[in-house]
């Protein structure tokens, strides 16, 4: 695995982060490919300027730790903000998600302008503000893979867009993510779904949330 260390920026006086980490589009921010573990943290960092294939901001295997990071202007093929890879399981926490884009460039891909969870992905997302982002497929706030797992907890989900479907969270086949405690509102999709677009098999467990004003 990778390093176990923690990795933390400085806070502004209202407990925001005051450093920022901005890759000047020279490629993506933040890179976790060692299968770090949750000994492994992030925390209190702005994140901008990535452009990646995936993960314009963070690109995650394994489980580490990102708290209260804002992650921001980043743009990649598939995972705007936040790509979580296969078997990832990372907690995400604190955070605002925002102004980020996933913008493909062939077929299959532009999906998630927030956050991408991929296959088996078990990411705990809670408390966090996903906002303003945009997919040129599916997704616009959160893209959730066939056989995600992932659990989204308490988090704001609002006015994120896709070109496909799914302009909050998209759900994919035989995907199962546990959306609870959320508020899903001002998303919007051109074809299906503004709100949360769930496709056939998929199993999501949605509780607790509301999802309103969503086109």
């Known amino acids: 695995?990778?390093?176990?260390?923690?990795?933390?920026g400085a806070l502004a006086a209202?407990?925001?982060?005051?450093?920022t980490v901005d890759a000047l589009g020279l490629g993506g921010v933040w890179v976790f490919?060692?299968?770090e573990t949750s000994s492994t943290r992030l925390e209190n960092f702005i994140i901008t300027g990535g452009l990646a294939t995936n993960g314009g901001g963070i690109l995650c295997t394994g489980s580490p730790v990102i708290h209260n990071c804002v992650v921001t202007d980043n743009t990649a093929v598939d995972g705007g903000g936040i790509y979580c890879n296969d078997n990832s399981s990372p907690t995400i926490s604190d955070c605002l998600i925002?102004?980020?884009?996933?913008?493909?460039g062939s077929a299959g891909t532009g999906n998630g302008g927030g956050l991408y969870l991929d296959e088996f992905c078990t990411a705990a997302v809670a408390d966090c503000t996903i906002s303003e982002n945009a997919a040129s497929e599916d997704g616009g706030?959160?893209?959730c893979a066939p056989v995600c797992r992932a659990t989204i907890d308490d988090c704001l989900i609002k006015q994120n867009s896709a070109l496909d479907d799914g302009g909050g969270i998209w759900c994919g086949d035989t995907s199962s993510p546990v959306i609870s405690d959320c508020h899903v509102a001002s998303n919007s999709a051109s074809d299906d779904g503004g709100g949360i677009?769930?496709?056939p098999?998929?199993?999501p467990i949605i509780q607790?949330?509301?999802v309103i004003s969503n086109i």
Do not use: E, W
């Not at 209202?14 to 450093?19: E, F, K, L, Q, R």
């Not at 925002?98 to 493909?104: L, S, V």
């Open 1 to 8: 695995g990778g390093k176990q260390i923690t990795i933390t």
């Open 14 to 19: 209202d407990g925001s982060p005051a450093t």
């Open 33 to 35: 490919i060692n299968s």
């Open 98 to 104: 925002h102004d980020n884009a996933a913008t493909g």
């Open 141 to 143: 706030g959160v893209y």
């Open 197 to 199: 677009q769930c496709d």
């Open 201 to 203: 098999f998929s199993t």
């Open 208 to 210: 607790r949330t509301a």
